[in-house]
């Protein structure tokens, strides 16, 4: 007779974070009600561009499916990286030995935090932000000093709020620019506040620029690692899921100083030996051919914007203003329905799905993000819905 092991290791339960459970549960519950249009996930609609799936199939033709590459990447792809961002972002990697190519920014963001900080380090984080971080910087060891945003100013980051959480013990700073969840973005004048700041006190910054495309007019994306004396000290974390319509491809990019990427590396081939190969050959084709596609998406983007804004408004609901990716974090405190409830009744009455803001820390519990990835007669008919459940 055999005997099954009755515990596994506990601490899956010490990582989960409350945002995931939050976000998982309500699309558990969605998912068992027919017609539900689903404005919550973060997961592009649009298709991957047809010129990226022909490389992929190329790929695969020439037997690149039976292949591993380096853990930190194709040379191809890391010169492409590392071409693009000096190119697009002005940030000077050093060359492909800058590049990590990564199974997805998810993944991205995990090697960076684990490559730079120790137990006992404290790194600061936007409030809110996208919670895989949170787990990410637990299992480092490491511990999140969280730096309050607003609504009234649009969810930006205020350097002097930064600077006085500060210790001895702060190793670095995380920048999500588009935000997820807020759509905010980081003012040029802030993040050159902010690179002053990472330079007085010797920090890194960990900069997620996964919404870097996905700004809106008149927005513009600026990255700090392109500041002076910054590449030295910040790591950028991007990916393809967002720009190209490639969630499932699993593809995301590391950037930054060579001895982090060093580290970034080592670990990347513990976890998973390396980015699937096709995927990577998809990514050479993404980040050297045309981008008018995706400008066409950020168009689209756009109208769906337009269509989300005119319901808030009309509704009196407040918000701050959605400057990048495609996500509105909304007030719902007029409603006088605490979030987490309203998201119910708006599943179970309008079959609308959306997140409060409790899916992005247990503060936000008067906030709800509202992601606009369905086509425009859809989105048209939930916003519809959503204003006959309000105003009944
Ligand atoms: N960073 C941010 C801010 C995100 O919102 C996401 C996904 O939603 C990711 C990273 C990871 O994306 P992926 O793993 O699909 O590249």
Redesign the pocket.
Known sequence: MTTEPTTTSSRGDRLADGGTRVRYGLMDLAARIEDVIALGR?DPDLPTPAHIVAAAKAAIDRGDADRVSDPAGTPELRAAVAAKLRRENGVDVGGPDGVVVTT??????FLAVQALLEPGDEILVPDPR?T?YDIAIKMAGATMVSVPTREADGFDLDPEEVEKRITPRTKALLL?SP??PTAGTVTPDNLRALAGVAQRHDLYVIS?E??EKLVYDPHEHLSIGSLPGMAERTVT?N????TFCM?GW???YLGGPHVVMAEARRRKAIVSTCAPVVSQAAGVAALTGPMDVIEEYRQIYTRRRRIVLDTLDRLGISYGEPRGGFYVFLNAASTGIPAPELSLKLLEEAHVLIFPGTGFGEAWADYMRLAWLVPEPELTVAMQRIEAVLAA
Do not use: A, H
């Open positions: 973060g997805g920014g998810q993944e991205g963001l996208y895989s999500i935000n997820n997620d996964i919404y974390v990916g393809f899921s967002k969630t699993r593809l995301g």
